[in-house]
């Protein structure tokens, strides 16, 4: 079993490295993101209290969003055997004491915290492409500026946090997917 997180600032490729990784290693994929604009698609009550946040480029609360990253790890435990890439959680101190305490409650930790480091103006290059491609509302100047500020303040400080329990992997982001997978992947192997 390993479970990976897949870390890093808006726009950086998480969500790309990601289903790279899921058909290498067999992993499920938890992207809280992703989770998040199918309620908002839905129109569920998730959905209508989260689209609130995301178009300002603001964090769901940390209690909401460890209760959905809790139901959902709940709901899909007889697809997370190989293990879980987690893509966008944890955002916060908060949220990454949670999982750990989800993790240990079935005997399991995080193997590896894969950080993708990739230059401030290449992040916003790509979110701006990938607004004009996927039409995702969040991916627009004004709110990409407030979720970088965000990421600074509030996420970025769990580099140190898992530098610190020897788990963060840096990878350098900036290149071509394949390229950067292959990183990646010799990391991995190199940690294990
Ligand atoms: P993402 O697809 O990971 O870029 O997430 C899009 C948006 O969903 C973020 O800008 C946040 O508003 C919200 N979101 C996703 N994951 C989390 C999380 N772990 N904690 C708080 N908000 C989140």
Redesign the pocket.
Same mark, same amino acid.
């Given at each position: 079993m390993m479970n990976l997180v897949i870390f890093g600032a808006?726009g950086c490729g998480?969500?790309t490295q990601s289903e790279r990784l899921i058909e290498r290693f067999g992993l499920h994929h938890i992207?809280?993101?992703?989770l998040?604009?199918d309620h908002i698609a839905r129109g569920t009550e998730l959905g209508k209290i989260?689209d609130g946040? *995301?178009s300002k480029?603001?964090? *769901?609360p /940390?209690d909401l969003?460890i209760r959905v990253?809790a139901h959902e790890l709940e709901e899909k435990q007889d697809k997370t055997a190989n293990g879980v890439i987690f /893509?966008?959680?944890?955002?916060?101190i908060p949220?990454a004491i949670a999982l750990e305490k989800l993790l240990d409650e079935h005997n399991a930790g995080i193997h590896a915290v894969v950080g993708l480091e990739v230059d401030e103006d290449e992040l916003v290059k790509r979110m701006i492409q990938r607004g004009l491609e996927s039409g995702r509302a /969040?991916d627009n100047i004004d709110t990409i500026k407030e979720?970088l500020n965000?990421y600074h303040q509030r996420t970025a400080p769990l580099r140190d946090y898992y530098k610190k329990q020897g788990k963060y992997v840096p990878i350098d982001g900036n290149g071509s997917v394949e390229d950067i997978f292959k990183t990646i992947e010799d990391a991995l192997n190199k940690q294990s």
């Open positions: 808006p998480k969500g992207s809280t993101g992703e998040l604009r989260a946040y *995301i480029g603001h964090l *769901i /940390d969003m990253l /893509d966008g959680f944890p955002r916060t949220q /969040d979720r965000v």
